[in-house]
């Protein structure tokens, strides 16, 4: 019998054969298979080429196959593969020297791993060393990763599989400035959070805690941007309950927001630890988790991590740094991100569904919600959206806890003409789920 199929569609179903049903791909049953990727464009199996405007979950940052990048991990793969942390190899001495280079404060000690998951893991680890403390408080809408502490420092019930549950992790009120509630301005909202973290501290807790752990920029839950004095606000009461601040930068770090390599800069708190994956190494599995010098001699004992600092991975991201750097990316991003936020104003302004645009540099989302409701979440607009992209030759993501939130986030390097053409074609999808 003659086999119809495309190719996609037989490559699909071998992997709902094979795979957990749990990894679920984007666009139901009519997944895009990739066949190959280069620059800003990825072409899937039949021939189709799209502008990725989402890298992989913001994890590919300055192009796919970049050709620098490509070529210092081409080089490294000649030289040495793998060593363990059992050994030391340079070019892991070099990233750590790069990333307490360029990291704020007194951030100086790296702990590699393979996953922003494992990293936040070894954050903790160390908070609670150095401190004595167990308790930790985390956001609500916070989203940390997969394993079984990671899931637990989740504020999403979607992604909390398995009934984990670490009753030493609190959850407190995050500042979500388009839900806040009714009546209540940008500073009564940071007013509400201060409030629930020091009653937190006061019901939950004996008062004293390993550490406050946050994104600036909430990626899963929606790309969710703290208030100006968020943070300002709330460390000096972290700093009395015996905290310290952990800043997860995983989706936020190495110029996602412009002007600076993290995310947290921009609002002039200087962390204890701060976490890093995704986007470090542009597709390589990486964590990088930093420390002070006396957090990181905190953590004593045994432990390693089998591929954390592999030497290949390692010169993918010295040389992704690197590429940042020598092309000016950390300007560029400020600059394209401020014409690509605008452009993304004016849709909401001819878009009764499009309740809120927010973002920082190449960053931000779109909050979908019902035209005359007091903003119910939309999320079968919000799906509509990302397939009508696609049939356009365009590539974005969802998030949210409601799964009403479209992010977006192009490569650091996008030029201005991929930008505004992957305006012009979200412009065009946004009309067509109108």
Not at 200 to 217: Q, W
Not at 278 to 294: Q, R, V, Y
Request: hydrophobic content about 40%; aromatic content about 8%; proline content about 4%.
């Amino acid at each position: 019998m003659l086999d119809t199929r495309t190719r996609s569609q037989e490559v699909a179903e071998r992997h709902r054969e094979f795979i957990f049903p749990a990894v679920t791909p984007y666009y139901g049953d009519d997944p895009l298979v990739v066949e190959r990727a280069k620059d800003q464009y990825v072409w899937d199996v039949e021939g189709k080429r799209y502008l990725d405007f989402f890298g992989g979950v913001l994890t590919v940052s300055v192009g796919h196959c970049n050709d620098e990048v490509t070529a210092a991990i081409h080089a490294q793969l000649d030289k040495a593969q793998h060593t363990s942390t059992l050994l030391v190899n340079e070019v892991m001495v070099q990233v750590a020297e790069k990333v307490a280079a360029l990291t704020p404060g007194r951030l100086q000690k790296c702990f590699f791993t393979s996953s922003g998951s494992e990293a936040n893991e070894t954050a903790l680890m160390a908070a609670r060393m150095h401190t004595g403390h167990r308790d930790v408080i985390t956001l609500r809408h916070a989203y940390s990763g997969r394993t079984a502490t990671a899931m637990s420092l989740t504020g999403h019930g979607t992604w909390r599989l398995g009934g984990v549950f670490d009753g030493t992790i609190k959850h407190v009120r995050n500042p979500y400035a388009y839900r806040a509630p009714a009546g209540l301005d940008a500073e009564r909202l940071l007013d509400l959070c201060v409030q629930d973290l020091e009653e937190t501290l006061a019901t939950v807790t004996d008062g004293r805690i390993a550490a406050f752990m946050a994104e600036p920029i909430q990626g899963v839950g929606g790309f969710i941007v703290a208030p100006r004095d968020y943070f300002a606000r709330i460390l000096p009461i972290v700093r009395e309950a015996g905290g310290l601040l952990i800043i997860d930068e995983v989706q936020t770090g190495w110029g996602r927001t412009g002007r600076y390599w993290c995310g947290i800069e921009h609002w002039g708190v200087e962390p204890d630890i701060m976490t890093f994956a995704k986007g470090m190494a542009n597709g390589s599995p990486i964590g990088c988790t930093i420390a002070t010098p006396e957090v990181a001699d905190s953590l004593k004992g045994l432990t390693f991590a089998t591929f954390g600092g592999n030497p290949v991975t390692m010169a993918a991201a010295l040389a992704t740094i690197e590429y940042i750097e020598r092309h000016d990316l950390l300007r560029h991003v400020e600059e394209q991100g401020a014409r690509f936020l605008a452009r993304l104003r004016e849709m909401q302004g001819r878009h009764a569904f499009v309740g809120d645009v927010r973002g920082m540099g190449l960053m931000a989302g779109l909050e979908l919600v019902v035209p005359g409701t007091d903003k119910t979440p939309d999320p079968a607009r919000a799906t509509a959206l990302i397939a009508a992209a696609r049939d356009l030759g365009l590539l974005i993501g969802k998030g949210g806890l409601y799964g009403n939130v479209v992010r977006i986030a192009p490569h650091l390097n996008v030029s201005a003409g991929d930008l505004d053409t992957g305006c012009d074609l979200l412009e065009e999808a946004l009309s067509a789920v109108a």
